[in-house]
């Protein structure tokens, strides 16, 4: 018995919908056929056949069907929803001030972070801020900081 669609109210969903629901779940089955096939083989000229006959295919009536149900009309009404008049539109985005990896150009003594093997500029955005910095002039081992290049040898 065919039920008539009404254009204005429910009824039962147009060939699209439904033809490219089953060519999705077609396509998955024989995808996982296709892959249960192919792990139970070791050499490639015993898994073309299952490639050949289940993946591929598989692979296909996903596509269709997914271009199917793109083409299924969604259920968003066709005019734009205007917003409450109580709804506060969002606040402006600040932009942050960007932080600055200019090379350091201070003229003080080295200083270094406690267990750290590099000596910086006092200024260098590695060390800036940090407490714990105590002078390189009495360190052995340090190599010059990258970033900041103090001046060597100390």
């Not at 490639?51 to 969604?74: E, K, Y």
Request: proline content about 19%; charged content about 15%.
């Amino acid at each position: 018995m065919r039920v008539p669609r009404r254009p204005d109210g429910p009824g039962p969903p147009p060939l699209p919908l439904w033809a490219g629901l089953g060519a999705v779940v077609c396509g998955v089955l024989l995808c996982v056929a296709g892959w249960y096939g192919v792990s139970g083989e070791r050499f490639a000229e015993r898994q073309l056949p299952y490639l050949a006959s289940c993946t591929v295919p598989g692979a296909a009536l996903l596509v269709a069907g997914a271009v199917l149900l793109t083409r299924w009309p969604s259920a968003e009404p066709s005019t734009p929803v205007v917003p409450p008049a109580h709804v506060v539109p969002p606040a402006p985005v600040v932009p942050r001030a960007p932080v600055s990896w200019a090379v350091a150009r201070s003229s003080g003594p080295p200083v270094r972070v406690p267990g750290g093997s590099l000596a910086h500029r006092p200024d260098c955005p590695l060390v800036d801020g940090r407490a714990e910095v105590s002078p390189a002039a009495d360190a052995d081992g340090l190599s010059p900081c990258p970033v900041c290049e103090p001046p060597w040898p100390l």
